[in-house]
Structures are given as structure tokens and as C-alpha cells.
């Protein structure tokens, strides 16, 4: 029986690492950081509950059941499973969030330098897709590739970033900003489910699995195993980075009190430590994050489509890059504002579904459970992404009141509600199928 070497266990776990660090994870954390201020702690606490905690599930959830979403979604039925496999897929996918890591990370790392202008994006789009789809159409070679020899590069540039947050800060910790005074906790939860990486981590599942597979496992239980301990590597590297970058921002009010977002204060600190330099160094670990993030999502897109239709993986993949590579031609500002509400209305979905099939041992038959709590989540997840996209005057006062509604948290009371009757439910028609037989 084939074992993974322990090098070859770290590298698929850096390999997992960098699939999830892309730019919006280097991003929220110095906003954050900057307005929690002497809050710091409690804030990134409860960054790291949803923005680690949450994807590092998804990962166990998918790893008990072999990698993939096909049987995460099976209580839901075959065809209900496939729709929202597809709608994920593709969201996370080639619509929105695989073009948008490369106009991202042109518009932070190489703008700066070109303008943002159409022809240094398509330039620059063009060079990014090539060197994603080399990568992406030999999935057997990424945890070389990336585990190996781009994450160790991506960590040493965020080692020195994070070194200089602790070892050179900016300033003092600053001070609270109104939002974080009464709990601070709550806000850092809500930032790190802002990061939506449990989208990300449904598709990256199949991504590990197969990883793992291509090194000659065959055995069920140790790709799970090795599957888990990809995912604890990757939580631990993310955590770290996490936490350097909130102290980072926390430290930062005296050269970066007006920033409005974290790119601004990313800006702010490196200029300020290191010049020029410093803005090299952030577009080195902006464009690898950016890339291997679109790799593994672009790999994941591959290995399921090319299991749903009558088409080759390399079709798929070179497919879905071009569509991507037009997609990201289309700008920043109109991808984000397309994307947001559609990923918004996803989340509560993938949340619950893994939350749920965690829980699996607890309910008689799991589809009574499933089906209405994923239902009330699609309608409620619906709800604020209409919301998130501007139309919240088409919708019932009495959504826009449900608590944390406007945090886009406005599903969770329901959904909290209707897991508990759809439990009490599957206990009692489970008992009086005991009593009848």
C-alpha cells in the first residue's frame, strides 16, 4: 500500500495552502486589523472561526466522503446535487472568481506601474492564463509545482511582509474604530465570512483528492487522512498570515488612518518600510496568490466537468481558461458587481450543506433533514443576494429586520430554526417506523 512521503505530505499541504490564499484574504485582514485596533484579539478570533475554521470543515466534510460534492449532495437527491454542484462550479469558476483573481492582482500588483488601461490588462491577462492553463493541464504535477516550488516562494515573501508587521511596525496599536467597540468578536467573524473561502474549499476538495490519488494512493482512509492533514497545514500557514496582517493593520493608523480598504493599507506599509522594494515585494505575493488560487479553481472546474460530460479534462480546462481570460477583459468594477450577489446567494448553501453532512450520524434519514433546511437556505440565500445587488426595496420589509440581515447573515435564524423542526421531525417518523416494523 502506497504511503505519501513526509516531504511529500508538506508539500501537498502547502500545495493546499496556497490554493486558498488568494488576494481577498491578503486584503481583509489589514482593514480589518487597522479598524479593530486595540480590539485586535477578539477580532481576529473571530476571523479566523469563518475565514480558517469554516474551509478547514469543508475539507473534513469532503474528505469522509471521498473528495467531491457528488456525495456531500446526495440526501438532496441526483438532480438537485448536480444543479448545485454546477451553480458553485461555476461561480467559483470561470463566470466570476477565477477571472477576477487576475484582474485583481493586475490591479494591484502591475497597474501601479502600467496605468489601467485595456491594453496592459489584456497583455497582462493574456501572460496569466498561459502560465495558469501550463499548470492546470497536468494536475498531477501540482503538488510539485506548487507545493514545491511556488508556495515556498509565496511563504517567504509573506515571511517578510509578516516579519517586518511584527519585527518594524508602523506604529503603536491604534485606536478602536465605532464598529468594533462593542464586539469586536462578531465583526471579525463576519470579515472572515466575507473571504467566502468555503466556497472555495468545495471545489478545492476534489482538487486535494486528487492530488493525493496521482502519488499512487489508493486506500480510502489514508486519502482522507492525508486529505485532513492538508487541511490542518494549510489552516495553521493561513492562520499565521492572518494574524500577521491584522497586527499589521492594527499598527498602521499613523500612515494609514484614511485607507478605506486593505489594499490601501498593504500600499501604505510597504511603502513606508521598505520604498520601492516594498511595492515589488507586495506584487510578487499578490500575483502568486492570485495565480495559484486560479489554478486549483480552474483544475477543480476540469476534474468535475470533465466527469459530467463527454469532454476531456484538457478540453475542459483550455475551455474555461479563454472564457475566463474574456471574462477578466471586462474590468474590475463590473466583474465585482456581478459576482458579489451571485456568490452571496451561494454561501449560506455551502455553509449548510457541510455543517449538515458533519452531522450526519445524527439524523434517522438524512434526506428529512436535508432537503427543507437546504431549501429554507436557497430562499434565504437568494434573498440576500438581491439584497447584495442593489434591490432591496423589492423585498419585504420583514427580511430587511431579521437579525444580522444587514451582514448578510439574515438566513441563519431561519435556517437555525427549521434544522431543529426538520430534526425533531426525522426523530419521530424514525421512531414510528420502529414501532410499525
Do not use: H
Not at 495552502?17 to 488568494?22: D, K, S, T
Amino acid at each position: 500500500m502506497t504511503r505519501l512521503k513526509s516531504s511529500d505530505l508538506l508539500a501537498l499541504g502547502f500545495m493546499t495552502f496556497a490554493l486558498f490564499l488568494g488576494a481577498g484574504n491578503i486584503i481583509f485582514p489589514p482593514s480589518a486589523g487597522l479598524a479593530a485596533g486595540e480590539n485586535l484579539l477578539p477580532a481576529a478570533l473571530g476571523f479566523l472561526l469563518t475565514g480558517v475554521g469554516l474551509p478547514l470543515l469543508t475539507i473534513v466534510a469532503l474528505a469522509r466522503v471521498g473528495g467531491g460534492m457528488a456525495l456531500l449532495t446526495a440526501p438532496l437527491g441526483k438532480r438537485a446535487g448536480v444543479l448545485l454542484a454546477v451553480a458553485v462550479y461555476l461561480a467559483i469558476g470561470p463566470l466570476f472568481a477565477t477571472p477576477r483573481t487576475a484582474v485583481v492582482s493586475f490591479e494591484m500588483a502591475v497597474a501601479p506601474f502600467t496605468g489601467n488601461s485595456g491594453v496592459p490588462l489584456l497583455i497582462y491577462t493574456l501572460a496569466y492564463f498561459a502560465a495558469v492553463l501550463f499548470l492546470s493541464l497536468n494536475p498531477g504535477q501540482l503538488v510539485d509545482r506548487i507545493g514545491k516550488f511556488i508556495a515556498p516562494v509565496l511563504l517567504a515573501a509573506l515571511l517578510v511582509l509578516g516579519g517586518a508587521a511584527l519585527l518594524m511596525p508602523a506604529g503603536e496599536i491604534g485606536q478602536v474604530t465605532a464598529d468594533y467597540q462593542a464586539a469586536p468578536f462578531v465583526q471579525g467573524f463576519l470579515q472572515g465570512y466575507l473571504t467566502m473561502d468555503t466556497l472555495g474549499a468545495l471545489v478545492f476538495g476534489i482538487v486535494i483528492a486528487t492530488a493525493i490519488r496521482d502519488r499512487g494512493v489508493t486506500d480510502g482512509a489514508l486519502i482522507t487522512r492525508y486529505s485532513v492533514i492538508a487541511g490542518l497545514i494549510a489552516a495553521v500557514g493561513l492562520s499565521l498570515v492572518y494574524l500577521a496582517l491584522f497586527y499589521l493593520g492594527a499598527t498602521s493608523q499613523g500612515i494609514a488612518g484614511e485607507a478605506q480598504n486593505g489594499v490601501q493599507v498593504l500600499t501604505a506599509y510597504v511603502q513606508y518600510s521598505f520604498g520601492t522594494a516594498g511595492s515589488l515585494l507586495l506584487a510578487v505575493v499578490i500575483t502568486l496568490a492570485c495565480l495559484t488560487t486560479a489554478v486549483g479553481l480552474l483544475t477543480a472546474c476540469g476534474e468535475f466537468f470533465s466527469g459530467l460530460l463527454p469532454l476531456s479534462y484538457r478540453v475542459v480546462v483550455l475551455v474555461f481558461g479563454l472564457f475566463s481570460l474574456l471574462v477578466a477583459n471586462q474590468g474590475l468594477t463590473q466583474l465585482i458587481s456581478i459576482s458579489v450577489p451571485v456568490l452571496v446567494g451561494l454561501y449560506p448553501l455551502a455553509i449548510v450543506l457541510v455543517a449538515l453532512s458533519l452531522l450526519d450520524n445524527l439524523w434517522l434519514s438524512p434526506r428529512r433533514v436535508f432537503v427543507p433546511v437546504m431549501t429554507v437556505a436557497l430562499v434565504f440565500g437568494l434573498i440576500d443576494g438581491f439584497a447584495a445587488a442593489g434591490f432591496s426595496q423589492w423585498l419585504p420589509a420583514l427580511f430587511g429586520e431579521l437579525p444580522l440581515a444587514g451582514q448578510s447573515l439574515g438566513w441563519l435564524l431561519p435556517v437555525l430554526l427549521t434544522l431543529l423542526l426538520a430534526a425533531l421531525l426525522d426523530r419521530a417518523l424514525g421512531r414510528q417506523r420502529a414501532v410499525m416494523a
